[in-house]
């Protein structure tokens, strides 16, 4: 069923909405602000699994709606690829939300980290004419052109995870703050430096695809605390969000740095297993009680394991289950209500130890938050994703 025309509409008056300035903490848009990009400018806004639940249930029961009445959704799902533990999580959750039980007729496509493969695929739900397209955007630059193609066809556009930044042609948006993620993790790293006595900190940086705003907002979170605490940061390269990338990476890292580094930041979980491959084979102790604090990013099961092991020392979350959150919104839609531009989703931080119980930094609002520091318990390993 199409209701392209009222949907378009919708994104149309909320765009006006927003830059009319709607925004701030107590909604989930948020206006767009200097010291952040304006998808990464608000507070948390989606509350943890309990809230993730009741959406689905939400979108569930909105679904069954759809499908007793015999009204399919088609949805094109153009998806980043399948990189890491996180993003089988995140596909799963987005092909759980948009079953057919639930009324959608979901194509999803595996554009396996090409980006002209995304904008291929994109096209091609334009002209299969499907009632929505879900985004997850490789890289954040590059949408304006077939965002434009998509709206003369009608066809909104929800994009979800990663942000697109150059373009506000999209209905709505569900994600994470990659920015605080990033500043959390400095604000943690200063904070444990104290309480071990580290006077100085010589950090290797393996980071994300190069380009994807996850890694922009990590890497400039980060480096606020770098520039501002003096620390020094020995190399940045991409592991591209892979195990592999990850090993290779710290493998050079470990030759041109021998005895050199005390910190490792790993983008994501699994470039963190393939740096502790490399560590491992270079005789490198890491983790609590290591010679190296290894920092890491997602907190899927396999990487709260390591946490629980002290294998990592600290774990910061990037929320994969937006499957629900983004159904819901097609399903608002498609009854013609109106829905939130921009959806946060809550993200804890995970740590091995637990003498610092929180950490207090300038989120990428500029607000001052004092945020817990979750010991990882094996009850929390199992309940992950
Ligand atoms: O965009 C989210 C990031 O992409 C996750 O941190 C990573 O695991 C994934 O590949």
Redesign the pocket.
């Known amino acids: 069923m199409k209701r392209k025309v009222v949907s378009v509409l919708l994104s149309t008056a909320m765009a006006v909405t927003m830059l009319a300035g709607c925004g701030g903490n107590s909604g989930s848009s948020a206006a767009p602000s200097e010291a952040a990009p304006a998808s990464e400018a608000a507070a948390p806004e989606t509350a943890p699994s309990a809230e993730a639940a009741a959406s689905e249930i939400a979108s569930s029961e909105a679904g069954t709606e759809a499908a007793a009445s015999g009204e399919t959704i088609s949805v094109g799902f153009a998806q ?1 690829g399948h ?5 089988t999580a ?1 596909t799963k959750s987005v092909q759980d939300a948009f079953s057919a039980e639930n009324g959608f007729d979901l194509q999803f496509v595996d554009c396996d980290n090409d980006s002209a493969a995304q904008l291929e695929a994109v096209r091609n739900f334009i002209q299969q004419d499907v009632d929505y397209i879900v985004i ?1 955007p490789i890289v954040s630059t590059g949408w304006d052109t077939v965002l434009q193609e998509c709206e003369d066809a009608g066809i909104p556009v929800i994009v979800i ?2 942000t697109i930044d150059d373009s506000d042609k999209y209905t709505a948006w569900v994600g ?1 703050q990659f920015t605080n993620e990033g500043l959390a993790a400095g604000a943690w790293l200063k904070d444990y430096a104290a309480a071990k006595g580290m006077d100085e900190l010589n950090i290797l940086v393996i980071s ?2 190069t380009g ?3 890694q922009l907002g990590r890497s400039n979170g980060f480096d606020e605390y770098v520039k501002a605490e003096g620390w020094n940061k020995l190399d940045e390269q991409t592991g591209d ?1 892979t195990q592999e990338g990850g090993q290779e990476v710290m493998e050079s890292y470990c030759k041109s740095y021998e005895g050199k580094f005390n910190v490792v930041v790993c ?4 470039e963190a297993f393939g740096a502790q491959q490399a560590m491992d084979a270079a005789g490198v102790s890491y983790g609590v009680g290591g010679d190296v604090v290894l920092i890491s ?2 907190a899927c099961t396999a990487g709260l394991q390591q946490v629980l092991d002290g294998k990592i020392n600290a774990d910061f979350q ?1 929320n ?1 289950l937006s499957g629900p959150d983004c159904a819901s919104i097609v399903q608002k839609l498609q009854a013609g209500e109106e829905v939130e531009k921009e959806t946060f989703m809550a993200e804890p931080w995970y740590v091995a130890e637990s003498d610092l119980t929180s950490i207090t930094y300038k989120n990428a609002s500029g607000e001052e938050v004092t945020e817990d520091l979750i010991p990882v318990t094996q009850e929390i390993v199992d309940a992950a994703y």
């Open positions: 980043v990189e890491s533990d996180w993003r995140a997850d995870d990663r994470s994300g695809t994807a705003s996850a969000f983008q994501n979980d699994n990013f997602d990037c994969p």
